[in-house]
């Protein structure tokens, strides 16, 4: 049993010889736009620019948001000027009835 001749006139030997070329290819297109990205400084500021708008945005609509959120709660949390009067006049009243009550127990 011989063992097939892989070299390079083999058929064999050739495919695998433009697989890798295909794939070194591959990799120098990869790489030459990477370069070409880190050259790029137009390319690069307008990308930080972007970032930055996106994050002061954020920043904003999550700083209304809490604006908001304060302001609504603080809406709650301050009594009403119907409740204070409807809370004044039930104390009164409660003071008229404890005044009866005690006064009436007198002998």
């Given at each position: 049993?011989?063992?097939?001749?892989?070299?390079?006139?083999?058929?064999?030997?050739?495919?695998?010889?433009?697989?890798?070329?295909?794939?070194?290819?591959?990799?120098?297109?990869?790489?030459?736009?990477?370069?070409?990205?880190?050259?790029?400084?137009?390319?690069?500021?307008?990308?930080?620019?972007?970032?930055?708008?996106?994050?002061?945005?954020?920043?904003?609509?999550?700083?209304?948001?809490?604006?908001?959120l304060?302001?609504?709660?603080?809406?709650f949390?301050?009594?009403?000027?119907?409740?204070?009067?409807?809370?004044?006049?039930l104390?009164?009243?409660?003071?008229?009835?404890?005044?009866?009550?005690?006064?009436?127990?007198?002998?």
């Amino acid at each position: 049993m011989s063992t097939p001749d892989v070299g390079r006139d083999s058929p064999i030997g050739l495919s695998k010889i433009e697989a890798e070329i295909v794939e070194h290819r591959a990799e120098l297109v990869h790489t030459v736009d990477e370069l070409s990205e880190r050259i790029n400084i137009k390319k690069r500021a307008t990308h930080q620019w972007n970032h930055a708008k996106r994050t002061i945005g954020n920043s904003a609509a999550v700083a209304k948001d809490n604006f908001d959120l304060a302001l609504v709660r603080a809406q709650f949390a301050l009594p009403r000027p119907g409740a204070t009067i409807i809370t004044a006049m039930l104390g009164v009243l409660g003071c008229l009835i404890l005044i009866v009550i005690v006064h009436r127990r007198k002998p």
